[in-house]
C-alpha cells in the first residue's frame, strides 16, 4: 500500500483552530468582574473626562455601537491616554474572585488544536484572567488591543514584512476607515480609531497574525454582534453564556464547560484518527510478522 493510500481515508478533523474571547466567555459573566469593569469604565468617564449627563446610557450605548466604550470615547472626540485608560479600568479590577479552572484546563488540554485568545482587551488583562483560572499554558498566542492597535503605542510598525514595494510602510486596516453604524437606527455614526470586534478589521488582522483559516476555525465568544460579524468572515460560532442560538450562531453553550457536550465531534474526530493509527499500526505489525 502507498503511503499517500495508506493516509487517505484518515478523517480530516473539521477544525485546525479554536479562537476564543476572554471575558464573559472563559469565565461566567456572574463572576461579578464584568460588573466592575462597567463601574471603572462609568467612573473614568465621569472623573477623568468630566462627562456628567447620562453616563451610564453614554457607556451602554458607545459599547453597543463600537464593540468597546474606548473605541466609542474615541469616535466621539475625547483624547484620552490608552495605558491610562486601561490601568484605571483593568488594573483595579479585584482579579481575586476568579478562582483557578481546572475542568476547563483539562477540556483545553484534551483538545490537540491549536487555541488562540481573540480579546479587545489589553494584553494584561488577559494575562491576569489567564493566570487566575490557571490557562496560561492552554493558548498558542493571545491576539489583544496591543496587537490590534500596534502605532496606540509607538505609533511606528516595527513589522519589516509591513514594507511595500516601494520601500513605505503600510500602515494596518484602521477602523477609522469603515463606516460605523448604529445598530439599532443603522444610521452613520462617527468612526473611531481603535481597531476592535465586531469590526471586520479586527477579524482580518487576527486572521493574518495568528495565520488563522477562518473556514477551519470555531470562534467562542459571550457578544452575539462578534459572532455576526465572525460568521460574515467565514468563521463557525459558538456563543458563550447562553443556550439560546440566533443569527450568525452555530453553536450555544450555556458554560464554556459545555462544550464537550455541545460539540463532541471535536473529540470524536481525534479518537476516529487514532482509532485510524492503531488499525494501521496492526497491520502493518501483522504483515511484517507473517
Ligand atoms: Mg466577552
Excluded at 107 to 115: A, C, D, G, I, T
Aim: charge should be negative; proline fraction near 5%; hydrophobic fraction near 35%.
Amino acid at each position: 500500500m502507498e503511503y499517500g493510500d495508506r493516509y487517505q481515508h484518515i478523517p480530516r478533523p473539521q477544525y485546525d483552530c479554536l479562537l476564543f474571547d476572554v471575558d464573559d466567555t472563559l469565565y461566567p459573566l456572574n463572576s461579578g468582574l464584568s460588573k466592575d469593569v462597567t463601574n471603572n469604565i462609568i467612573e473614568y468617564m465621569s472623573n477623568k473626562l468630566g462627562i456628567k449627563d447620562k453616563v451610564t446610557e453614554l457607556n451602554f450605548q458607545l459599547y453597543k455601537d463600537y464593540g468597546t466604550t474606548m473605541a466609542g470615547l474615541k469616535a466621539i472626540g475625547y483624547d484620552f491616554d490608552y495605558d491610562d485608560f486601561h490601568s484605571f479600568v483593568h488594573g483595579r479590577l479585584p482579579y481575586e474572585i476568579l478562582k483557578p479552572d481546572p475542568v476547563l484546563k483539562s477540556l483545553l488540554q484534551s483538545l490537540p488544536v491549536r487555541k488562540v485568545i481573540f480579546s479587545n482587551a489589553n494584553e494584561e488583562h488577559v494575562a491576569s484572567i489567564l493566570g487566575r483560572l490557571g490557562l496560561e499554558d492552554c493558548f498558542e498566542g493571545v491576539i489583544s488591543f496591543e496587537t490590534l492597535n500596534p502605532m496606540k503605542k509607538t505609533d511606528l510598525l516595527d513589522d519589516e514584512n509591513d514594507v511595500n514595494s516601494n520601500g513605505s510602510k503600510q500602515r494596518p486596516i484602521l477602523t477609522s476607515e469603515i463606516n460605523v453604524f448604529n445598530t439599532e437606527t443603522n444610521v452613520e455614526v462617527p468612526k473611531t480609531p481603535v481597531v476592535c470586534k465586531p469590526f471586520e478589521a479586527a477579524f482580518e488582522l487576527a486572521f493574518k497574525t495568528a495565520n488563522i483559516d477562518p473556514q477551519r476555525t470555531l470562534f467562542f465568544d459571550d457578544s452575539i454582534r462578534n459572532l455576526e460579524t465572525a460568521k460574515l468572515m467565514g468563521l463557525h460560532t459558538v456563543l458563550v453564556g447562553s443556550s439560546h442560538k440566533t443569527k450568525g450562531v452555530d453553536y450555544a453553550l450555556e458554560s464554556i464547560h459545555n462544550i464537550r457536550e455541545a460539540l463532541p465531534e471535536l473529540w470524536e474526530s481525534i479518537k476516529m484518527t487514532e482509532e485510524v493509527c492503531y488499525a494501521e499500526a496492526v497491520a502493518i505489525e501483522t504483515q511484517v510478522r507473517a
